[in-house]
C-alpha cells in the first residue's frame, strides 16, 4: 500500500544524521559561536547547530568559546577575543515561554572592528527550533560573506530499507528528515520544484516507471506522465510551468516537454540514440542531457525550441548525470573512469574541470541554491551516504544515516520570505 502525506514541522524528526566536516580550506574565516543562555534547558542545542551549518559551507571555522558567558545583551570585551584571532562574535538566548514557546534571540559583532552587525528574534514552537538555528546561521553567513546562506533550505532523498522505499525531505544538514512518501516498489529521481512546494519524482507502483508531482505541505499529488513504455527523469523549467520528461512512449529514451499539470507532450527533439537526464539552463531557454548519439554517453545541450545539439564533455567516454549551478557558471556530473564513478565540475565559461572526490560510487549531485556547495550520494567504507562538498572538493561534510541505503539526493531552492 502506498502512502504519502504532507511534511509538517511537528511530526517526529526520524532518520537522524550525523554531520562530520573534513577538509581544510584556505580562506576561512574564523568565527567564534558563543554556548546560547538558556540552552542547556532547550531541546535543541542551538550554537552548536549554528557553528555546524557555518563550517559545513567550507568558509568558516570555529574558535573556541569555552567558559564565554555571553548573551544577545551582552557588551562584550573584544579583546580577548581578538587575540583569539576571531573576526566574528555570536551570542543569544533562549528562553522557555509560559505558553510552552520558545523565545530565541542572538546579536552578532564584527570582533577585528568593534561594530556590532545586528541580530534577530524569534519565537517559535519547539518544532521549530532547529529551523530557528538554521536561520541563525544564514544571518551570520549574509553578514560575513555578502551571500545568502542556504541553512535554511530543504533537500530530497530516497532510502530503501529492506523491501520498503521512502522519500524523505529534510534539513539542508540532513536533519528532522520527514517521510513525503513510502511504497514497496522503487522511487526514483526527486525533484524540487523551483518554488519549493512541489516535487517531481518517479514512481514504479504500478510496476513501471511513472511521473508525479507531490504537493510538499498537504502530501497530494498528481499523476504527469504515465504514457506507454517508460517515463523518467522530471526536470522543471525555471518558472515552474514546465516539465522536461524522458519517454519511450515512441521508441528509444527521447525527450519531452509536458505542462506541469499534465497533457500531451510535446517532443523536443528526435535522435537514433537514447536521450535522457534532461536539466534547464536557468534563463529556461537550453537543456543539457545525456545521450549515446556518438557511441557513448556524453552531455550535450540544445535550444529548448529546437535547434543545433551541441556536444558538452570530451573528456573520457562516459559522463552522466549533469546537474547545473542556479548562477549558471558551473556543471557538476558523474564520469567513469576505470570503472569508478566519479564527482567532476566544469567551469562551462572556460570549460576547465576539477575532479572532486576520492570516492567511487559517486550519483546524483545536486547544487545548493547559493552554487556554493554540491550535494550528492556516495558510498564510504561500503556503506551508502550522504555527502556535500565545496567546489573545489577542499571540505566534504558526510551526512551519515543510521539504516537503509541512501541515494538521489536534490537540494531544493531558497525558501522563499
Do not use: C
Amino acid at each position: 500500500m502506498l502512502a504519502a502525506l504532507a511534511v509538517s514541522p511537528a511530526l517526529p524528526a526520524l532518520a537522524q544524521f550525523r554531520v562530520e566536516v573534513t577538509g581544510v580550506g584556505l580562506t576561512q574565516l574564523p568565527v567564534a559561536i558563543a554556548p546560547f543562555r538558556g540552552e542547556a534547558q532547550s531541546p535543541q542545542k542551538i550554537a552548536a547547530i549554528v557553528q555546524a551549518d557555518l563550517e559545513r559551507s567550507g568558509q568558516f571555522r570555529g574558535v573556541d568559546t569555552a567558559g564565554a558567558a555571553l548573551d544577545e545583551m551582552s557588551r562584550p570585551d573584544l579583546a580577548p577575543w581578538r587575540q583569539k584571532a576571531a573576526d566574528a562574535l555570536a551570542a543569544g538566548s533562549v528562553t522557555r515561554l509560559a505558553d510552552g514557546r520558545y523565545d530565541v534571540r542572538f546579536r552578532l559583532w564584527d570582533v577585528v572592528r568593534g561594530q556590532d552587525l545586528g541580530g534577530q528574534g524569534f519565537v517559535v514552537t519547539q518544532g521549530d527550533l532547529r529551523l530557528v538555528s538554521h536561520r541563525i546561521a544564514d544571518f551570520i553567513y549574509e553578514k560575513l560573506t555578502g551571500e545568502r546562506g542556504i541553512f535554511s533550505t530543504r533537500i530530497a532523498y530516497v532510502t530503501k530499507a529492506g523491501g520498503r522505499y521512502s522519500l524523505w525531505i529534510a534539513d539542508a544538514d540532513g536533519e528532522n528528515a520527514q517521510p513525503a512518501l513510502t511504497s514497496p516498489e522503487p522511487i526514483i529521481s526527486p525533484a524540487w520544484s523551483p518554488s519549493g512546494a512541489q516535487i517531481a519524482y518517479v514512481s514504479f507502483e504500478s510496476r513501471k516507471p511513472v511521473v508525479y508531482v507531490h504537493e510538499v505541505a498537504t502530501g497530494r499529488r498528481r499523476l504527469i506522465a504515465n504514457f506507454r513504455g517508460s517515463n523518467s527523469a522530471p526536470a522543471w523549467s525555471p518558472d515552474g510551468r514546465t516539465l522536461a520528461v524522458t519517454l519511450t512512449r515512441d521508441g528509444n529514451s527521447q525527450l519531452y516537454l509536458i505542462d506541469a499539470n499534465g497533457g500531451e507532450p510535446r517532443r523536443l527533439i528526435q535522435s537514433a540514440g537514447i536521450d535522457t537526464e534532461p536539466v534547464f539552463t536557468k534563463d529556461g531557454r537550453s537543456i543539457y542531457f545525456v545521450s549515446d548519439r556518438g557511441g557513448s554517453p556524453q552531455i550535450y545541450k540544445m535550444p529548448v525550441g529546437g535547434g543545433n545539439v551541441e556536444r558538452v564533455t570530451f573528456t573520457g567516454n562516459y559522463n552522466i548525470s549533469p546537474a547545473l549551478s542556479p548562477d549558471g557558471r558551473w556543471m557538476a556530473y558523474i564520469a567513469r573512469i576505470g570503472g569508478a564513478f566519479k564527482l567532476h565540475v566544469m567551469e562551462l565559461g572556460s570549460g576547465a574541470i576539477t575532479a572532486i572526490t576520492d570516492t567511487n560510487a559517486d550519483e546524483s549531485p545536486s547544487f545548493a541554491p547559493n552554487s556554493r556547495l554540491i550535494l550528492y550520494a556516495t558510498q564510504v567504507q561500503g556503506r551508502e551516504a550522504l555527502m556535500t562538498t565545496t567546489l573545489d572538493g577542499k571540505i566534504k561534510a558526510r551526512l551519515a544515516g543510521q539504516s537503509g541505503d541512501i541515494r538521489e539526493p536534490d537540494w531544493g531552492p531558497f525558501q522563499k520570505t
